[in-house]
């Protein structure tokens, strides 16, 4: 269950700018989805973005898109992401199997992405400190569901130095002058 860069994406679910305002720890889980967004585009992971009903809740936060301009962005009305026809198909079409998930709100549209992700037979990597409710309560009960499900709690360190795999090379060198640098401010919030 060790993530492999060439297997992996990164799928950060409904971090809109209406609903962030609301959301506990939702600053930090905005900049660490960001901050391994951009090592994920540094290494060539594909980094999708999905926006819950954007005409109520606004689009992406745009912290989230300026950081991340390689990204695809997906529409949907499904709370589960991967209930959307269009998305299935093309995660199908990926041939990515390691899912790294986080977004908000973690109990609804994460939880559900991942629950409809593992049913479908993908590996859910639930990126902790990137992932909040409005409740900081809900966030945990989500987890603690996925793991049960199946899903494997990580951390966004832990993600980068597995997709990194080793430290004599290149693209690790470029990695850490860019990203590998400790972050202020960051805790383990569930």
Not at 68 to 95: I, M, N, T, Y
Request: proline content about 4%.
């Amino acid at each position: 269950m060790r993530l492999m860069l060439e297997r992996s994406l990164l799928l950060i679910v409904d971090m809109q700018a209406g609903l962030m305002r609301v959301i506990e720890h939702g600053e930090q889980a905005t900049t660490e989805a960001a901050w391994l967004g951009g090592l994920a585009g540094e290494l060539e992971v594909p980094v999708w973005i999905t926006e819950q009903y954007p005409e109520g809740l606004g689009g992406s936060e745009p912290h989230l898109l300026e950081a991340l301009p390689g990204c695809r962005l997906w529409q949907k009305v499904h709370f589960d992401a991967h209930a959307e026809p269009a998305f299935a198909s093309a995660l199908a079409e990926s041939g990515k199997r390691q899912i790294v998930l986080c977004g908000t709100e973690a109990h609804i549209c994460v939880m559900q992405t991942g629950l409809g992700l593992l049913e479908a037979g993908y590996e859910v990597y639930w990126l902790v400190e990137a992932t909040a409710s409005r409740r900081a309560a809900e966030a945990v009960l989500a987890k603690e569901r996925m793991v049960q499900a199946g899903a494997v709690p990580v951390s966004a360190d832990m993600v980068a130095y597995e997709w990194l795999h080793r430290c004599d090379n290149a693209r690790f060198k470029q990695a850490h002058r860019r990203f590998l640098r400790p972050r202020a401010g960051r805790t383990l919030i569930f």
